[in-house]
């Protein structure tokens, strides 16, 4: 027998046959991954599916069978329902996709001149008063209880190229979208998530810090605080002599405060006036302990550090919708039904039925519904109902965004702020500068993103109402030019978004509900970030769809 490079037997038998092996390599070289796949279950050769990576269903699964590919209607066009569709379509599946919205995406909202964004009448209104939905802003009148129980639609004025990405902004490195962007051919670019340049401020401070002088007293002042702790003997239980040394070099160089340990600032802190034929001018003395400590930094210094927060961050060229655009258009526009809204889901014994807005009820062979949780669940059927309470657990998440564009880029030009993010403690919570297009003629800030109390107190208003209050919040930060160089603004609530009703789903409890709905009901799947422990990402759209295509097609192809 001749051994070959793996140590294996030699590709043909004794006979002159080809074995197993030999086979799966043919198939392999003609048909591709997905062929020898189908034909290593075919042999009982496939490892199990949590096993191994996924791998997407193929034509080939089916033809080496001998059988079709079911038909399945998907509920919802955002990221989980169009990469559903998409992955199912690489075998061939016939997939239909109704969407109640009249375009896909759903969270994965990009707004441009012309886009028209409606509301829904105010869904805390019958909740009872106070909290949440009082404005903790001055100068708001009321609760403004008639004018706010209406519909309202805005329409976007921005100038040609100018974006507002109101719902996902960016996509960390490790997350498989970038995997679809790559796939679908979706150019990507750095989005700027945490820039020493942007500011810091609070209401406890008289005027906004940058973020770079602020971390720097905060880190010489925590080096100093500790390396004379350690000098003190302080430590001495916990380190030994040669730790200690180490830790005091350690906080040397870390809170640049030397070898007598006194944090006097440095040029970390930045400069009054940059180097250049002259000598740069430092910023001069931090000021004392106790108002560094008033600054607020913990989360200012701690999200960027963040798995999922970490630099560098990535975003869709153009627009975040982008994403959804290659997976609709790889699905087939002709496959997807906008403003068509689901009226019924039933569980048949050898398939599904759904009814909708559209005409004719749709029967197929599974259904995947890629719904918000409380959305779905209020839809009439015969789900049981420890899938409906299952259903009903989760709860929607209140967000808001504002995107101010301005006739000119002077965040750039007069600050130095290419990208990034101010934080505050304001109820506008942040202020996010774009990270495309720089040195453009125009261009567009998030002028706040906030949640909980803060999205409903906005959420209340009407948008000229947010606009002006954005505006006089961020004028704290970046003076008069934050008004005078405003030219539009669109505002989003998502509570108030129809068939969506809020930023995202949260669970409660990972506990019962959440595994019970990793389960098909019937012929009923369910997917959705808030499937994952990766909720309110794309990330976790796509990894759920991926999930759910993996059980759906092992079962296709076990049954028959």
């Known amino acids: 027998m001749v051994e070959g490079e793996d140590g294996g037997r030699s590709e043909r038998g004794d006979g002159g046959s080809l074995t197993r092996r030999s086979l799966l ?22 490892p199990d599916r949590q ?50 919205r009249d375009r896909v995406g759903g969270r994965n909202l990009t707004l441009r001149g012309g886009d028209l964004l409606p509301e829904l009448p105010d869904p805390l209104a019958s909740s009872g008063g106070g909290g ?20 309202r639609t805005q329409e976007a004025r921005f100038g040609e190229g100018v974006y507002f990405n109101a719902g996902p902004a960016r996509i960390a490195q490790w997350m498989v979208t970038l995997d679809y962007c790559r796939e679908l051919g979706v150019p990507i670019e750095l989005f700027v998530n945490d820039n020493p340049s942007a500011y810091v401020f609070n209401r406890r401070m008289e005027a906004p810090v940058r973020a770079r002088t602020a971390r720097a007293d905060m880190y010489g002042y925590i080096s100093e605080l500790l390396a004379k702790a350690t000098n003190a003997g302080a430590l001495d239980r916990r380190l030994t002599s040669g730790d200690k040394a180490a830790l005091l070099d350690f906080l040397s160089g870390f809170g640049d405060i030397g070898g007598s340990y006194d944090y006097a600032g440095s040029d970390r802190r930045g400069l009054r006036v940059n180097p250049g034929i002259e000598e740069g001018v430092p910023l001069g003395a931090p000021p004392p302990l106790s108002e560094v400590l008033g600054y607020g930094l913990g989360r200012t210094i701690g999200f960027p550090l963040a798995y999922d927060q970490a630099m560098p961050m990535f975003q869709p060229v153009g627009g975040m919708d982008a994403i959804v655009t290659g997976l609709a258009d790889a699905v087939g526009r002709d496959r997807i039904h906008t403003s068509t809204e689901v009226n019924k889901i039933t569980n048949l014994a ?9 005409g004719s009820a749709i029967r197929a062979d599974y259904c995947v519904a890629a719904l918000p ?15 409906v309470a299952a259903l009903r657990s989760p709860q929607p998440v209140s967000a808001g965004k504002i995107g101010l564009e301005y006739r000119s880029r002077w965040w750039e030009t007069d600050d130095r702020i290419y990208g990034g993010i101010t934080e505050t403690d304001l109820d506008i919570s942040h202020i996010w500068y774009p990270s495309h297009d720089f040195h453009g003629r125009r261009g567009l800030l998030v002028g706040y993103y906030n949640l909980g109390a803060d999205a409903d107190a906005y959420g ?97 192809i076990k049954d028959g």
């Open 460 to 556: 209340r208003l009407t948008h000229a109402e947010r606009q002006k209050r954005a505006v006089t919040q961020g004028m704290k930060i970046h003076g008069e030019k934050y008004r005078t160089e405003l030219v539009s603004s669109v505002s989003i609530d998502w509570r108030r978004q129809p068939h969506i009703e809020g930023g995202w789903a949260a669970w409660p409890s990972y506990e019962g509900g959440f595994g019970l709905l990793q389960r098909p009901a019937g012929r009923v799947y369910f997917a959705g970030d808030w499937l994952t422990h990766l909720v309110a990402w794309q990330a976790g759209a796509l990894e759920s769809a991926r999930n759910v295509v993996a059980q759906l097609h092992e079962r296709v």
């Open 350 to 358: 050898d398939g599904v039925e759904i009814e909708h807005s559209g």
């Open 373 to 387: 949780p409380h959305v779905l669940a209020r839809i009439p059927g015969n789900l049981d109902a420890r899938v």
């Open 51 to 100: 096993e191994r990576d996924y791998t997407p269903p193929q034509r080939s699964d089916f033809a080496l069978r001998g059988r079709a590919a079911a038909k399945v209607v998907i509920l919802g066009a955002g990221v989980a329902g169009l990469a559903v569709a998409y992955e199912l379509g690489k075998a061939g599946y016939d997939c239909t996709v109704l969407e109640a």
């Open 25 to 46: 390599v043919g198939l392999g070289v003609a048909g591709g991954a997905g062929a020898m796949y189908a034909a290593m279950g075919v042999l009982g050769l496939a």
């Open 132 to 151: 949440a939905r009082q404005v903790r802003a001055q100068g708001t009148a009321g609760t403004r209880e008639a004018r706010t129980q209406e519909a």
